[in-house]
């Protein structure tokens, strides 16, 4: 059974003037979960939220919370992300040298674990961890902004990760994150990703975020089916 198509507006790229509207505008035209980027200025060169953002997310929809610690040490606030509302924490493998603890404590809490790898960093680290993973995170660009170009390599990448999924009887989603448009979307999808999510391509389309995730979703569905 092929894993189910899951699309992720990035809040990041919303208009903070009007997010709750954003929000519900994803969500009613059949976004699955809303991606929340944390980033401290030190893991990445970039600074967006803290866990209050995620009080807000629950406050404001239904909508699964998922959310990405682009942040060093990320064992400091897993406790304050988990009272905040979050449904999912996707840790660094390049940010923790417990990587095994804190997974284990995640999924302690109840909350779905998941793992990211940036660009160049060796795949072995997520297969040692997959036993340990509802979520495997691809990152298709350098992490810590929002708008950069999607890196062709990454590619192969999920398709080694897939490969891992089927060999190993597992059903991990694979999420991409980083230049996912309408260009972009199916040739990762046909590698093997399941998860999408998308900031720029959804929030700053022309015809309103409404439209652009209809049309995101529709594409991910008819590339899965190939």
Request: negative net charge; charged residues 20%; aromatic residues 8%.
């Amino acid at each position: 059974m092929k894993p189910t198509i899951k699309l992720a507006p990035s809040i990041l790229a919303a208009n903070f003037a009007h997010l709750a509207k954003d929000i519900k505008d994803v969500e009613e035209a059949g976004a699955d979960l809303l991606h929340i980027d944390i980033m401290d200025g030190n893991f990445v060169p970039n600074i967006s939220f803290g866990p209050h953002m995620v009080e807000v997310c629950k406050k404001v929809s239904p909508l699964y919370r998922d959310v990405h610690l682009m942040i060093e040490k990320p064992e400091r606030y897993i406790a304050d992300f988990v009272r905040a509302g979050a449904n999912n924490l996707t840790i660094h493998a390049e940010a923790s040298v417990h990587l095994h603890r804190l997974l284990q404590e995640i999924r302690d809490f109840g909350l779905d674990t998941g793992l990211a790898v940036n660009p160049l960093t060796p795949l072995a680290f997520v297969e040692e961890a997959l036993p340990y993973l509802d979520k495997v995170l691809v990152m298709t660009v350098n992490p810590g902004f929002g708008g950069q170009r999607f890196i062709e390599t990454s590619i192969e990448r999920i398709r080694k990760v897939a490969s891992w999924r089927s060999s190993y009887g597992l059903e991990f989603d694979i999420q991409v994150d980083g230049g996912i448009d309408e260009t972009t979307l199916t040739k990762v999808v046909q590698a093997g990703a399941n998860n999408l999510v998308a900031g720029s391509a959804i929030f700053n389309h022309s015809k309103g975020s409404a439209v652009s995730t209809k049309q995101l979703k529709e594409l991910a569905l008819a590339a899965s089916l190939y």
